[in-house]
């Protein structure tokens, strides 16, 4: 079984600044990893996904992730972050045998101050 | 784009209620998917469908059961509604197992009083 922590709940953060998410994971077998954006009243949108290969993945609005195996970490970050970007942010990973079975992390709200 | 339809995104019912969520995919995926979001908690799999007719228990199934006649459609159903399933629901579906990525519908609300 695997499952995924995120170690903060909430970051706020001003406006331009650089900022990071994190994700942690545990699984016995081979997995996929996630993050998704969740914008207020909406669904979740997918930001970028790792499957294999490199090991830094670009997503969609100028984040990215990097997978960690050793660390079993995939934190996502962002060099520049606009108020646009204040939303909830979930982790997410599955087993690479059950890719369709997705488990969540418990959510970070990132806080973008003017 | 891929659009996860879910028909009634607020809802307030009573104690006891017999509840519906729908939630309607037009890409003719395999797989859909029924989870609950709470805050703290983040989201957790209700029931999942990978055929028509076809379905299997999630995480937490208690007090849940779905349907799913066609394969666009995929049904909740509470069958007596209680207060402590006060929650956001969030249908999803996944075109194939190989593809990975699961679409998301916006969301309902649903208040039981």
């Known amino acids: 079984a695997q499952s995924v922590t995120q170690l903060d709940s909430q970051v706020p953060v001003f406006e331009e600044a650089p900022v990071e998410l994190r994700c942690n994971y545990s699984?016995?077998?081979?997995?996929?990893l996630f993050w998704y954006v969740q914008y207020p009243n909406q669904g979740l949108q997918l930001l970028l996904k790792?499957?294999?290969?490199?090991?830094l993945v670009k997503g969609i609005n100028g984040f990215e992730a990097e997978f960690n195996k050793s660390q079993t970490s995939f934190h996502l970050r962002k060099p520049s972050v606009h108020i646009s970007d204040t939303a909830e942010y979930f982790c997410?990973?599955?087993?690479?045998?059950?890719?369709?079975?997705?488990?969540f992390g418990s959510g970070t709200r990132l806080l973008v101050r003017p | 784009d891929v659009k996860v339809t879910q028909s009634s995104r607020y809802l307030v019912k009573r104690t006891g209620e017999k509840v519906f969520l729908e939630c309607v995919q037009d890409m003719d995926h395999e797989n859909m998917f029924w989870y609950r979001q709470d805050p703290g908690l983040g989201l957790r799999l209700i029931y999942f469908s990978y055929d028509v007719k076809m379905k299997e228990k999630g995480d937490i199934p208690e007090g849940y059961s779905v349907s799913r006649e066609k394969k666009e459609r995929f049904s909740l159903i509470l069958e007596s509604a209680s207060t402590n399933q006060t929650s956001m629901y969030l249908c999803a579906s996944l075109r194939d197992r190989a593809r990975n990525t699961i679409y998301f519908g916006e969301g309902s609300w649903l208040t039981v009083v």
């Open positions: 699984s016995s077998v081979s997995v996929y």
């Open positions: 997410a990973v599955s087993g690479a045998d059950s890719s369709y079975k997705l488990i």
């Open positions: 790792y499957l294999s290969g490199s090991t």
